[in-house]
């Protein structure tokens, strides 16, 4: 039985969670709309580097079990979807 | 007043985050000692990626309450102050 402020704090960590992976997909946007080309070097570190901090938050309340594996899964999986679209679109335009 | 879980849940976040300054340290160890210049770009970038992994969860757990501001400054400080003396170490040997 988990107590009410364990559920408290799941639901605390899943948001900053979701929080954190939405203001990559933001960053992300930003740049795209300033028109700082996707095929940059520095265009795909500042990615690279923005999804590895956030697959250690991940993995860091997996760990806690603050969120399931499948719920870390989901958001890194999530993100990646929307930053393709992204990405796809700024090709297009 | 916190609950037992909360308690023990903050103390499993603290340790979980001095485990992984302490992996980071012994990855820079085994660089050391395998003679890779800590001159090198890439020994740079890789404790730039960790250091900066770290930094996210240990700003993960501060912002659920799991540690105090104060710790997870402790926390990075003293990784810091263990790398120098390292890195000293390798420089004068």
Redesign the interface.
Same mark, same amino acid.
């Given at each position: 039985m988990l107590?009410d402020?364990?559920v408290d704090?799941r639901e605390?960590?899943y948001a $900053? &969670?979701k929080a954190?992976a939405d203001k990559i997909l933001q960053l992300i946007k930003v740049q795209i709309d300033n028109l700082t080309m996707p095929q940059c070097p520095l265009y795909e570190e500042v990615l690279d580097?923005q999804m590895?901090? &956030?697959s *250690?938050?991940i993995n860091?309340?997996t *760990? $806690?079990n $603050?969120i399931t594996e499948e719920e870390g899964k989901e958001l890194l999986d999530n993100l990646e979807k929307q930053l393709n679209v992204l990405h796809e679109a700024s090709q297009r335009s």
């Open positions: 107590s402020v364990a704090q605390k960590a $900053l &969670l954190d580097t590895f901090g &956030l *250690r938050e860091f309340a *760990r $806690l $603050l």
